[in-house]
């Protein structure tokens, strides 16, 4: 079983929809939760973090992480066809960044 | 302000030959990462470096080599690559190990036929 599942999709919704991309885990040590977005044929670029438990807001993400569930969302309102992209997970527990483990992404597409 | 650069951008190699990876970051990071991207495996980590001098192994570091030439370079090296090193390679670069937000370059596409 991986540390961290993340269903890649695809995922296909019309514009102005509201979308959430989810992330299940293991390993209870971990406190650090981050998603990125990576376009395609691009580097990640990180969008949200979190740590610990408890959401986190920046205008149309909302990043949520339950802990006990050992499950993270991010929440994407309004949604355009420029966050047509891949959704990465990532969290790590406090052994340093060099820990990061990384969902395989969830391929999201936003139709006009 | 480039943020963290990678050289080539693309690169096609014959099964045992050489090469090496540039990385580089202007925002005077610490800390700095090679991943490679594999179809349904998500970012695996190679090397890491926790500061300039340093070196360390991640999950997959069989057929690398790296090198921390500076606070803002790092670079990967494959003395002889095998196909099963095909992959999109990733440099990034965090303020320090404790600071979990890493930075991405843009990732070379390597492809060993």
């Known amino acids: 079983q991986k540390e961290v599942e993340q269903d890649p999709g695809p995922l296909s919704v019309p514009e102005g929809a509201i979308v959430s991309l989810n992330c299940t885990y293991s390993?209870?040590?971990?406190?650090?939760f981050m998603w990125y977005r990576q376009y395609s044929r691009k580097g990640p670029e990180l969008l949200m973090y979190t740590y610990s438990s408890g959401n986190k807001e920046d205008g149309r993400f909302t990043a949520q992480v339950d802990k006990s569930s050992k499950y993270i969302s991010l929440f994407i309102r309004d949604s355009q066809p420029s966050d047509s992209a891949t959704y990465l997970c990532?969290?790590?527990?406090?052994?340093?960044?060099?820990?990061?483990?990384f969902g395989q992404g969830t391929r999201l597409t936003i139709n006009p | 302000n480039a943020g963290v650069t990678q050289t080539p951008k693309f690169q096609v190699l014959k099964t045992g030959q050489s090469m090496t990876l540039q990385c580089a970051q202007d925002?005077?990071?610490?800390?700095m990462y090679w991943y490679r991207q594999d179809p349904g495996m998500g970012l695996r980590l190679i090397y890491y470096?926790?500061?300039?001098?340093?070196?360390d192994k991640g999950e997959v570091p069989n057929g690398y080599n790296v090198s921390r030439l500076n606070k803002r370079e790092f670079s990967l090296r494959l003395e002889s690559a095998a196909p099963s090193q095909t992959s999109v390679y990733f440099c990034?670069?965090?303020?320090?190990?404790?600071?979990?937000?890493?930075?991405f370059g843009p990732g070379t596409r390597l492809t060993v036929t």
């Open positions: 390993n209870s040590a971990f406190q650090y």
């Open positions: 925002m005077n990071h610490n800390s």
């Open positions: 990034a670069s965090s303020i320090t190990l404790d600071r979990y937000e890493q930075y």
């Open positions: 990532a969290m790590s527990d406090p052994g340093g960044a060099q820990k990061l483990v």
């Open positions: 470096s926790a500061s300039e001098g340093t070196t």
